[in-house]
């Protein structure tokens, strides 16, 4: 697959459209916190 | 006693420590890292793709030896979460041993993207670039998983922080963790992550100009708001040990001139503050330290814990005689060939060190591997640090 095929790949509108896939409804509220740690080791992990 | 009053007591032992007071005893901080792996007999890739396996090592290694604080509760490493994702990153690991490969995010070039379009330019180009054409295959499964994993092991640094706190009264260090922010300068991330140790040593000499104004920008953006918050404080939080935690590596490879343009300017404001207020922060200076000790050599008593790796603790003492030290166990005294020795040598650094106030015994390098220390050894001095004999 490439970028223009891929759901995720823009920012914000991919981005936003995968976490609303990934995160349950209850962590919701928190997301910003948790996406950016999760972000944070996907880059530099 | 129970965890919560020792908790207190260690607390107020590392505060007085650093602020030269006399204590009734020197407290061990324990800069034990994944030795504590080997130590429980079990392998590092063991222990890093099964949260339950380290946490069985950390304990194995709280139970075992008595120490009043701790570098690591086994959180160190997220493993679970990058191989859940299924790409190889930057770190490594085999049964022996872990590392981190040299790598670069950005170019001199995108300094400034990656600073000023954070959270588009990681997500659009760092990402894509790091993982290639597969960044954009993953599949929601994949990632379904991967944040599954990554709330697991949020959730494991939540319940080692509880376990080592409430059954073993271990102290947090300082109010500073990567949920809430870290003090993070930003010479050190050219080197960690933007541009790496090789491009970082390049772009020094050849972009000085350009990274000079990434730099300011950067620490004004990032070290600013924490020097903001630390004026707007009420002094020392006595829930934590020290009132930063600030690691310091970079400075290896910079020369003075650099270090002065690249770094200095903010971590000294920085530090002024936390002095200003009467509040104490903890320095992790790996490597070296010594060539820059004057910088260091003008704050106040109680302002400094300088916590030392490859230095040696004598001389740093006389260089830097302001500022506390945590430190003095050395890989040779730690392997030492009769458990006596070690003990002796850990007796005339408490006795010399000690004596004049503002030493604080750890080791002076993070254990990683199996041959860093000999478990005897390493109990003995425990056992002496709390009141046994030889």
């Known amino acids: 697959m490439d970028r223009k095929d891929c759901f995720y790949a823009s920012y914000p509108e991919g981005y936003d459209r995968l976490v609303k896939k990934i995160i349950p409804f209850w962590l919701r509220p928190a997301k910003d916190m948790l996406m950016r740690l999760l972000v944070t080791i996907l880059k530099d992990g | ?82 191989e859940a994702f299924g790409l190889p990153g930057y770190y490594y690991y085999d049964s022996e041993s872990i590392g981190i490969r040299d790598h670069m995010l950005c170019t001199v070039d995108t300094l400034f993207d990656y600073m000023r379009d954070y959270d588009r330019f990681v997500w659009e180009e760092v990402l894509p670039e790091k993982y290639g054409d597969e960044w954009y295959d993953r599949d929601l499964s994949v990632w379904k998983k991967t944040f599954g994993e990554y709330l697991r092991y949020t959730m494991f ?23 809430t922010g870290t003090i993070n300068f930003a010479a050190e991330e050219l080197m960690a992550n933007l541009l790496g140790i090789k491009e970082l040593s390049t772009a020094m000499r050849r972009n000085a100009s350009l990274l000079k104004d990434f730099t300011q920008e950067w620490d004004e953006k990032k070290i600013g708001p924490q020097i903001e918050k630390v004026l707007a404080s009420k002094g020392p939080d006595m829930k934590y040990c020290f009132d930063a935690s600030i690691l310091m590596l970079v400075h290896n490879i910079m020369n003075t001139k650099q270090f002065e343009t690249f770094y200095w300017p903010q971590l000294e404001k920085l530090l002024r503050a936390y002095g200003k207020k009467g509040m104490n922060a903890r320095i992790f200076a790996e490597g070296s330290i010594l060539r820059f000790a004057d910088y260091f050599s003008s704050f106040d008593r109680g302002t400094l814990t300088m916590h030392i790796e490859n230095d040696d603790v004598f001389e740093i003492r006389s260089s830097m005689p302001n500022v506390a030290i945590m430190g003095g166990l050395t890989t040779e005294v730690l392997r030492a060939d009769h458990v006596r020795d070690a003990v002796e040598y850990t007796k005339m650094l408490c006795g010399t060190l000690g ?23 390493y109990k003995a001095i425990c056992d002496f640090m709390n009141g046994g004999g030889i």
Request: with cysteine; hydrophobic share 40%; charged share 25%.
């Open chain 2, 157 to 179: 640094i939540v319940k080692m922080a509880s376990l080592t706190s409430r059954k073993y009264g271990i102290p947090s260090l300082a109010p500073n963790n990567p949920m």
């Open chain 2, 1 to 82: 006693m129970d965890s919560k009053k020792l908790r207190e007591e260690r607390i107020q032992l590392f505060r007085d420590c650093a602020l030269f007071r006399p204590v009734k005893r020197i407290p061990h901080f324990a800069n034990a890292v994944t030795w504590k792996v080997f130590d429980a007999g079990h392998t590092l890739d063991e222990a890093l793709t099964d949260l339950e396996v380290m946490r069985e090592c950390v304990i194995h290694f709280l139970d075992r030896y008595t120490v009043d604080g701790l570098m690591d509760t086994g959180i160190r490493n997220q493993f679970t979460v990058t």
């Open chain 2, 355 to 377: 004596a004049e106030g503002g030493f604080i015994l750890s080791e002076g390098r993070m254990l990683s591997y199996r041959n860093d220390a000999y478990s005897a050894n």
